[in-house]
């Protein structure tokens, strides 16, 4: 009998649990479509290289993907260069979180390209020069990135936070940012026109590898919910609904399960629990209620 009862209350902390989680899950978040600047600017999306020229090679597919993860990051740079200066007071300490997790985001994607994939897909091609532009552009926009990050984790408390001055800071870095996030596309999709495609399988692998755990090992309740909520699925006719192939639970507790951990952050994400587009949270007039529900 005691062991029984101990596996009851057991059972019971976990549902109270789940249901806890489950009330600060994003999809409990009534969202509207944008009615105004939606996060598609100032840094302009990416057109996929396999919308814009129809192949399926394994350059122009791996660079697809790459633009997935890239327009990502591009909306959540965007909707905290829209929102920044319209944070209220009270909603200041979780911005400060949602940008922390944009920072964490970039750079644990930009340690990953330089330490593993550039590389490995180097080697199989059997060129050292391929990615030689692209570690240029990194460098080009790497020091304002790191005083983003001084900024906000050095704030003697949220409310000294300045939207203003987190804009003079994105401002200093956005146009070698931009253009790096762009042009590595095309980088990487010029790579089926050389002669050394013929390793092209090789690559593949490498491309499918580093992509399926690039951004689950940044963080699974703060990168992974903050890609996942910036990923619209509407984009390009909705072509890539189903991107990154995964299945729907999965795909779901992702952003509701481990999302709820920072659930305050992600009032101010592009797209809803769904992936579609939704009102950027400071945009919105009246200001919206502060369990984060929308109406």
Request: hydrophobic share 40%.
């Amino acid at each position: 009998m005691p062991g029984y009862t101990t596996r009851l209350s057991f059972f019971a902390l976990q549902v109270l649990l789940t249901a806890f989680l489950l009330s600060r899950a994003p999809f409990t978040m009534t969202t509207v479509p944008p009615s105004k600047q939606w996060a598609d600017g100032p840094c302009s999306l990416i057109q996929t290289p396999q919308y814009k020229t129809k192949k399926t090679d394994v350059f122009t597919t791996g660079a697809t993907h790459m633009a997935h993860i890239h327009n990502a990051i591009l909306r959540g740079y965007n909707s905290i260069y829209l929102q920044a200066p319209s944070v209220s007071h009270e909603d200041k300490n979780d911005f400060i979180g949602y940008c922390t997790a944009w920072f964490k985001f970039v750079k644990s994607h930009h340690d990953d390209e330089e330490a593993e994939l550039f590389p490995k897909v180097e080697e199989v091609m059997g060129r050292h020069d391929l990615f030689e532009d692209t570690h240029k552009e990194h460098e080009s926009f790497l020091a304002g990135l790191a005083r983003f990050n001084e900024y906000l984790t050095t704030l003697g408390e949220p409310y000294d936070f300045d939207g203003t001055e987190l804009l003079k800071i994105m401002d200093s870095f956005q146009e070698p940012f931009d253009h790096h996030f762009h042009h590595e596309i095309e980088t990487i999709a010029s790579f089926s026109s050389l002669p050394e495609a013929k390793k092209a399988e090789e690559a593949a692998a490498i491309f499918k590898a580093w992509g399926k755990k690039t951004v689950t090992k940044a963080g699974t309740t703060d990168v992974v919910p903050f890609f996942l909520l910036n990923l619209d699925v509407t984009y390009e006719e909705g072509m890539w609904a189903s991107w990154p192939p995964m299945p729907a639970p999965v795909r779901w507790g992702l952003v509701n399960i481990a999302g709820a951990y920072h659930w305050a952050w992600w009032k101010f994400a592009s797209c809803d629990a769904s992936g579609k587009p939704r009102e950027l949270w400071a945009l919105a007039e009246p200001q919206r209620p502060e369990n984060g529900a929308t109406s």
